[in-house]
């Protein structure tokens, strides 16, 4: 079964840098791209960052400057270099994939990794 697995989340404070990592792994046809969200407390989920397959990135406006997203499609693993932290950045941090799976026919599905809580506070 295909799963997303994430890692770096912790504690910094203010300016403070951190290192996300997320690896798709299983039985795995095709991956179109694999994104990062976050979701603090009685906020809405949102995108800050997204890389395709063939390397483009978008940013939520919020984290452009200081968020830089990477990956090796060989190996479906993607990182999120997070710097300069801000208490606004506090939130749980959501991988999210679009991927077939072998044997999935055409349509790519939604897959998201369990979280990891990101904390910045002085």
């Known amino acids: 079964q295909v799963q997303l697995v994430e890692s770096g989340g912790g504690s910094v404070q203010p300016g403070g840098s951190l290192r996300l990592s997320c690896a798709a792994s299983?039985?795995?046809?095709?991956?179109?791209?694999i994104d990062w969200y976050r979701q603090a407390p009685g906020k809405q989920r949102e995108m800050v960052a997204s890389?395709?397959?063939?390397?483009?990135?978008r940013y939520e406006d919020s984290v452009k400057g200081r968020f830089t997203i990477s990956g090796d499609t060989a190996k479906n693993t993607v990182w999120l270099q997070m710097n300069s932290l801000k208490p606004e950045d506090t939130a749980v941090y959501f991988c999210?994939?679009?991927?077939?799976?072998?044997?999935?026919?055409?349509?790519?599905?939604?897959?998201w990794g369990q979280g990891t809580q990101v904390t910045v506070s002085s």
């Open positions: 999210h994939a679009l991927i077939i799976p072998l044997g999935g026919g055409r349509s790519f599905r939604d897959y």
């Open positions: 299983g039985s795995i046809w095709s991956v179109s791209d």
């Open positions: 890389i395709d397959r063939g390397g483009s990135t």
